[in-house]
């Protein structure tokens, strides 16, 4: 048989690189260039860049009841000093708008200077009209086109909206989402799609209603007055194709900072999943300037977990440093103990909870490496290959555990105090190597 029939034309850049001609090299593509938007920087609020030549950003959104104000500024707080670059308030009734002030207030006492983003539906153009201390006091408006009314009734409370947010110099992000899609430009698209010749599949016409609707309601804001570098877009919907589809076609029909997220991930592995598969395939190209993982929490679970996914998203694709990470194998019939696991959880538990103390005195820690190894096969390479690892014995292995510190082996350890040994060597290193009399 001809190997002709089963030739599969390859591009130049892979062919290149099976030739050995050069080395095959893949990452994010460059990021996509757009406006940048300043979130805060008034009243002591720390000024959060959104866009151009800013990192991707971690937004996350509290889940209590905004009226009560001391629960909402420690929620807040929490999520702050979990790394959430930008906090979403919900400001629904007049109980809530009045207790935005309040919010600030504790923060402020707390020592917390994130920037509020105040999340408004129905009735935000009245809250922001009759509540002005709550408008002064959010640092950006987030208005959903299709739920501030009908027909003329929703341009003018659009309009209004915005003409608040111009009053006070704040940023808006204009948020779309496919449960809340304005039925009158759906409706308008539908009828222009029964008259093509080759008429879209339904699904097609519901995602450009989304991305028009954005567009159309940052090109309305724009004609009031208000800048164009104080306008994000979101258009979220709960699927990861159609995200990725959308945010795809709105990236290159506008030059505004894009926020990223599902509407409604979904709780524990599916959201993680769901969320990564979508924003990372997006991120891969180079679109999104915030991220948020809307995560249903476990009962009783911390709202703080979606601000950690989020992070380890764009740390894993190599984007940006949060906190340091630790590489750990999956464990096999050679690492019948449990002792791996046990160990790796602990230190990335520890690490990830030394974060806020670490930020701001140790620059550069949220780089480091950590391997923790079950057995002789791989531990000893990837404990080289990171900061800090240590290989711990498997089944049948000598009750040895070698430490390696940059690549070389430093110490072993052995007893039942390894967990706790190599958690002082860790201390000890991170001081050393990033504290104030490193070199």
């Not at 009245?126 to 501030?148: F, H, Q, S, T």
Request: aromatic share 4%; net charge negative; glycine share 10%.
């Amino acid at each position: 048989m001809s190997n002709e029939r089963n030739h599969v034309a390859m591009p130049a850049a892979i062919e290149g690189c099976l030739s050995g001609d050069r080395p095959m090299s893949f990452g994010p593509a460059e990021r996509r260039p757009c406006l940048q938007a300043t979130i805060g920087g008034q009243q002591g609020v720390a000024a959060v860049t959104v866009g151009g030549d800013a990192p991707v950003r971690v937004q996350s959104m509290t889940n209590t009841d905004t009226a009560d104000a001391i629960g909402t500024a420690i929620q807040v707080r929490d999520l702050a000093h979990a790394g959430s670059e930008l906090v979403r308030i919900t400001v629904n009734n007049a109980k809530a708008a009045d207790a935005v002030p309040a919010i600030r207030e504790q923060l402020e006492r707390m020592g917390v200077d994130v920037p509020l983003v105040g999340d408004f539906h129905y009735n935000g153009h009245k809250l922001l009209r009759d509540y002005p201390e709550c408008a002064r006091v959010l640092d950006k408006y987030r208005i959903n086109p299709g739920n501030v009314g009908a027909g003329k009734r929703r341009d003018d409370n659009f309009v209004q909206m915005v003409e608040i947010a111009l009053e006070y110099n704040k940023p808006v992000r204009i948020g779309v989402n496919w449960g809340s899609l304005d039925q009158q430009l759906l409706a308008r698209l539908m009828d222009e799609n029964a008259g093509r010749t080759a008429p879209w599949d339904a699904r097609e016409v519901m995602r450009e209603a989304l991305v028009q609707s954005a567009l159309d309601s940052a090109e309305q804001a724009q004609s009031v007055g208000m800048p164009a570098n104080q306008i994000l877009l979101s258009a979220k919907v709960s699927a990861v194709q159609d995200l990725i589809s959308v945010y795809r076609s709105l990236a290159a029909r506008c030059h505004y900072p894009l926020h990223l997220g599902l509407t409604e991930a979904g709780m524990g592995s599916k959201g993680i999943v769901a969320s990564t598969a979508a924003m990372g395939t997006l991120l891969q190209m180079g679109i999104g300037d915030t991220i948020r993982v809307s995560l249903t929490p476990d009962p009783g679970g911390a709202r703080t977990r979606e601000v950690v996914v989020a992070q380890e998203i764009l740390q894993t694709m190599g984007l940006r440093a949060f906190a340091p990470q630790v590489v750990a194998c999956p464990g096999c019939g050679r690492t019948s103990s449990t002792v791996f696991q046990e160990l790796a959880d602990s230190i990335q538990t520890y690490l990830r909870d030394q974060m806020p103390a670490w930020r701001e005195r140790l620059p550069g820690v949220e780089t480091m490496q950590v391997a923790v190894m079950g057995c002789v096969v791989n531990g000893p390479g990837e404990s080289k290959h990171a900061d800090i690892g240590i290989s711990l014995p498997g089944s049948g292995e000598a009750p040895v555990a070698p430490v390696f510190i940059d690549g070389e082996r430093s110490v072993t350890l052995k007893g039942d105090a390894i967990a706790t040994d190599f958690q002082a060597i860790v201390d000890d290193y991170v001081e050393r190597r990033y504290g104030a009399g490193a070199a």
